[in-house]
């Protein structure tokens, strides 16, 4: 799990905003109690992906903006995804989503395998699987041996 604070928003106004989520395929999934349910009314628009399992729809509102199924959670994911079950995810082109990830003490090396996604707003690269190694740590005091 990442580490920092991340931020989802509209027109400058928050809808959620947490020190713990996840990340999968490049979204960042936030914990439900992290995002102003009062914004959100759930629809009847559902997805399916074969790794993660069937996806429901949120449509935001407030003032005068509605953002018809801008996000989605996955109430009864595949084992695989049990990490983001309930966490909600926006999409990107709709909500200003943010993270600010904190440094940590071990670099890895990330290789993203990439795919489009096709949504009905459109299609963009999305990553569907990193593979992490760790570099080895430089140790200064045996610089000169």
Sequence with gaps: MPS?????????????????????????????????????????HSTHCPWKGDASYYTITFDKTELKNAA??????????ENIKDY?????NLVDVKA?????STYLVKKLLIANQSHPQGTWP??????ESALPTFDSSRAHD
Excluded: C, H
């Design 126 to 131: 999305i990553a569907i699987r990193t593979e």
């Design 4 to 44: 920092g604070k991340a931020t989802a928003t509209v027109n400058g106004r928050t809808i959620a905003e947490t020190d713990n989520w996840e990340v999968v395929e490049g979204n960042v999934y936030f914990p439900p109690s992290s995002v102003k349910q009062a914004m959100l009314s759930k629809t009847d």
């Design 88 to 92: 909600v995810a926006f999409y990107k």
């Design 100 to 104: 600010e990830e904190k440094p940590s």
């Design 72 to 81: 989605w959670y996955y109430p009864t994911p595949f084992e695989k995804a």
